[in-house]
């Protein structure tokens, strides 16, 4: 019943703005490490950006000064925000979170989201 339910996705012009949302749900006990992946036709699916439990962050180089990612443990809820947007950042972007459901004792489990859609034209 923890599910991640993401927002944002859609058309883009280069150079611009895109705000991604991803909120986790259901009975949950912890959430430790949040992240985004995209993955483009041809390629393998790869980390774009990662934000552990206390903060700390990881980008991919190709993204780095341009994306943020963020969380609000409050709401459960990591964000990608990405700026400057260009044609190759096109591609399904993929929630993912380690979260450790009411259901389960000194476990965690990956869970992924629906994959939203980022079009970026040129």
């Known amino acids: 019943q923890v599910q991640l339910v993401e927002s944002g996705g859609g058309l883009v012009q280069a150079g611009g703005s895109r705000n991604l949302s991803c909120a986790a749900s259901g009975s949950i006990i912890s959430i430790n490490t949040m992240g985004w992946y995209r993955q483009a036709p041809g390629k393998q699916r790869e980390l774009v950006a990662s934000i552990i439990n206390t903060g700390s962050t990881n980008y991919a180089d190709s993204v780095k000064g341009r994306f943020t990612i963020s969380r609000d443990n409050g709401k459960k809820t990591v964000y990608l925000q990405m700026n400057s947007l260009k044609p190759e950042d096109s591609g399904i972007y993929y929630c993912?979170?380690?979260?450790?459901?009411?259901?389960?004792?000194?476990?965690?489990?990956?869970?992924w989201g629906q994959g939203t859609q980022v079009t970026v034209s040129s």
């Open positions: 993912n979170a380690d979260i450790q459901p009411s259901s389960a004792w000194y476990r965690s489990y990956n869970y």
